[in-house]
């Protein structure tokens, strides 16, 4: 099976700086996809990512694919208490289920 | 906008109930799936279904059943529910991935049940 890796498990950040997340995968991957959850809540779909190389951006969020398709890496600039809670990478598999990294965590402190 | 919905946000139950928990929604997807979260593990696939009456195994779902009558609904049922079956469950659905009508086969997330088992 696919082995997706989260760095870091957890991370502190003071509001107003940037942080990256990365998401690393044991094998080729085919569509990745990122989440944010917040406390006690279901997922929320940020993006999702196909092409080697590939990059896309949402208000301050972005996330790469590399050229060889197996990381992936998340990036918020400037970061808000919104952005607060636990991002999940996840790479599909046929008839489309998803497995997942175990989850960053973060905070943002004033 | 897609909506996917749970019977109960939070919900104690004992040893050896069989408990239901429910999922519905309401975009007339043909898959439907069941996690559990745990912290350090992530979520894990329990149970998935793409079509009505049919289901397959995910990667954990000893303990587990569901049940797909309808489209719109997928329930999980623990049979006898165990202290380790504590833990936050997720349900999501998405359409087909050949589907060309979606731009992708994103899965959409109820707001989850956070099970207790005592």
């Known amino acids: 099976s696919q082995e997706l890796e989260q760095s870091p498990q957890s991370l502190i950040v003071q509001e107003g700086k940037n942080l990256t997340i990365n998401c690393t995968s044991s094998?080729?991957?085919?569509?990745l996809y990122w989440y944010k959850q917040k406390y006690g809540e279901g997922l929320i779909f940020l993006m999702m990512?196909?092409?080697?190389?590939e990059e896309k951006s949402h208000e301050k969020i972005t996330a790469k694919l590399d050229e060889k398709k197996q990381q992936s890496s998340l990036h918020i600039t400037a970061s808000q208490p919104s952005h607060a809670g636990i991002y999940l990478c996840g790479v599909r598999h046929s008839w489309g289920k998803l497995q997942f990294g175990a989850g960053t965590q973060v905070v943002v402190t004033p | 906008d897609v909506k996917v919905t749970q019977s109960s946000r939070y919900l104690v139950k004992r040893t050896g109930e069989k408990v239901f928990l429910e999922c519905v929604q309401d975009m007339d997807h043909e898959n439907m799936f069941w996690y559990r979260q745990d912290p350090g593990l992530g979520l894990r696939l329990i149970y998935f279904s793409y079509d009505v009456k049919m289901k397959e195994k995910g990667d954990i779902p000893e303990g587990y059943s569901v049940s797909r009558e309808k489209k719109e609904r997928f329930s999980l049922i623990l049979e006898s529910a165990s202290t380790n079956q504590t833990s936050m469950y997720l349900c999501?659905?998405?359409?087909?991935?050949?589907?060309?009508?979606?731009?992708?086969?994103?899965?959409?997330f109820g707001p989850g049940t956070r099970l207790t088992v005592l």
């Open positions: 990512l196909q092409k080697g190389g």
């Open positions: 094998k080729t991957l085919y569509g």
């Open positions: 999501a659905s998405s359409p087909p991935v050949w589907t060309i009508r979606t731009r992708s086969d994103e899965q959409f």
